[in-house]
């Protein structure tokens, strides 16, 4: 199944907002990132079930669903931001409607749960999706100046992406050494460590691996690790990038725990593939858009990641 791509966002393009795992907190940020996205220039529709909750869930499944469903159905839609992560897309992995998504490809946003639809969508449909800001969480109250300019620039240019570099040219840091180029894939490493052994996870070969996390102590991250090494996973992978690991540490000063550190290095530092860390993506403020499914280099003795094509058309 060849690779599709969306077409690149114009000006007066209908942006869908959908709101597929939680409720925001604050149902004022929804309206706040709304004119936000008008003020750019875009039109917006909102999904029909955008403010219904349920528990933890924005709504029961099929009202999330069926909001999945009617923005790839519209024509008028160009783009799909979900309104924030949290918890639900799980439930709904197995009800949506893949071949809809895959004949109707569209840009679509969102990152953390999110992750279990993007990596459904590009297993079964083969469609670039993007790991970047939400509705509610970046766009409906301080906006980062480097997330909103990297967003917009990724979405709205048909030409090749090129170098990646983190905000102020920070670097990154070398655990192994090497070369890989392959499909970049991945997400919240809890989220892919729960579809491991379901027909929803890439099965990574001959790609290069990106993972985030936050609020997980180490021996969560180790056991996340060591599952993903279990199913083979690492086995097939060209390279390993590490984003950020937000408050990943063990919160009770008593209690005996490796560092993150050193958990990382127990279980990536032997691998015979490129890995680098302390790339700014995942929930940090300035956080870099990514684009799942397109080749990647990966040249770690030189700390440089590029995106060797296109994301949209």
């Not at 959908?18 to 936000?36: C, H, K, L, Q, W």
């Not at 991250?221 to 540490?249: P, Q």
Request: aromatic fraction near 8%; glycine fraction near 8%; hydrophobic fraction near 35%.
């Amino acid at each position: 199944m060849r690779i599709i791509k969306p077409k690149r966002l114009e000006k007066n393009d209908v942006i869908g907002i959908i709101a597929p795992s939680s409720p925001p907190e604050d149902s004022t940020r929804i309206e706040n990132g709304v004119r936000y996205l008008e003020s750019l220039g875009y039109r917006v529709e909102i999904g029909k079930h955008v403010y219904s909750k349920k528990g933890y869930l924005a709504g029961e499944d099929h009202e999330r669903l069926e909001d999945i469903h009617s923005m790839f159905r519209n024509k008028d839609v160009k783009a799909i931001i979900c309104v924030r992560g949290g918890y639900g897309s799980h439930r709904l992995l197995d009800k949506i409607d893949y071949k809809l998504i895959r004949n109707n490809p569209k840009i679509f946003v969102g990152f953390s749960d999110i992750t279990a639809l993007q990596m459904a969508i590009y297993q079964k449909s083969r469609l670039v999706t993007f790991a970047g800001p939400m509705l509610a969480v970046d766009f409906g109250g301080e906006i980062n100046p480097y997330t909103e300019e990297n967003f917009w620039k990724m979405i709205t240019n048909s030409k090749k992406i090129g170098k990646i570099v983190n905000p102020e040219n920070e670097k990154y840091y070398m655990l192994n050494k090497g070369r890989g180029e392959g499909k970049l894939l991945g997400g919240n490493l809890s989220i892919l460590t729960s579809l491991a052994g379901t027909d929803y996870l890439p099965l990574f070969n001959d790609a290069i691996l990106l993972i985030e996390e936050i609020r997980e102590a180490p021996y969560r991250i180790d056991r996340m690790l060591a599952h993903l090494k279990l199913t083979g996973a690492f086995n097939k992978l060209k390279g390993i990038v590490l984003g950020r690991f937000v408050n990943c540490y063990e919160s009770e000063g008593s209690k005996n725990s490796l560092t993150l550190n050193e958990v990382i290095a127990d279980h990536l530092g032997s691998l015979k593939i490129p890995v680098i860390y302390n790339f700014n993506h995942g929930h940090v403020a300035d956080s870099l858009t990514i684009p799942w499914g397109i080749d990647c280099k990966l040249n770690s003795s030189r700390c440089l990641i590029e995106l060797v094509e296109n994301a949209v058309e």
